[in-house]
């Protein structure tokens, strides 16, 4: 069973930055699409970024173009978000998905396959 583990989340006030990991097991990294989604408090979960396994990155929301860039270290097996100038908007509760090896990357969430437990990230103004 894959197993997807995000670390990095906390506390920042705005203008700050926050480096986001989602370790994963039994999955690499290199061989699936995978993307980093968030919920924030009484929102809907929306897409932030995601990379294919050929490396194609898309953004799933325009607010955070600019501010946010997704990448992987295949060694460390590792999904990264870092993310800078964070806003106040940005709180929310961060998730790392993956989608089964070699299929299309898709928006949908309900499409990806495995998920992580989630890590918050609050920004205070």
């Known amino acids: 069973q894959v197993q997807l583990v995000e670390s990095g989340g906390g506390s920042v006030q705005a203008g700050g930055s926050l480096r986001l990991s989602c370790a994963a097991s039994r999955y690499s990294v290199n061989t699936g699409c995978m993307a980093w989604f968030r919920q924030g408090p009484e929102k809907e979960r929306e897409g932030v970024v995601r990379?294919?396994?050929?490396?194609?990155?898309?953004y799933l929301t325009d607010s955070v173009k600019g501010r946010f860039t997704i990448s992987r270290d295949d060694a460390k097996n590792t999904l990264y978000l870092q993310m800078n100038s964070l806003k106040p908007e940005d709180t929310a509760m961060y998730y790392c998905a993956a989608r089964s090896p070699y299929n299309a990357c898709p928006r949908d969430a309900s499409r990806y396959e495995s998920w992580g437990q989630g890590i918050q990230v609050t920004v205070s103004s």
């Open positions: 990379m294919s396994y050929g490396g194609t990155i898309t």
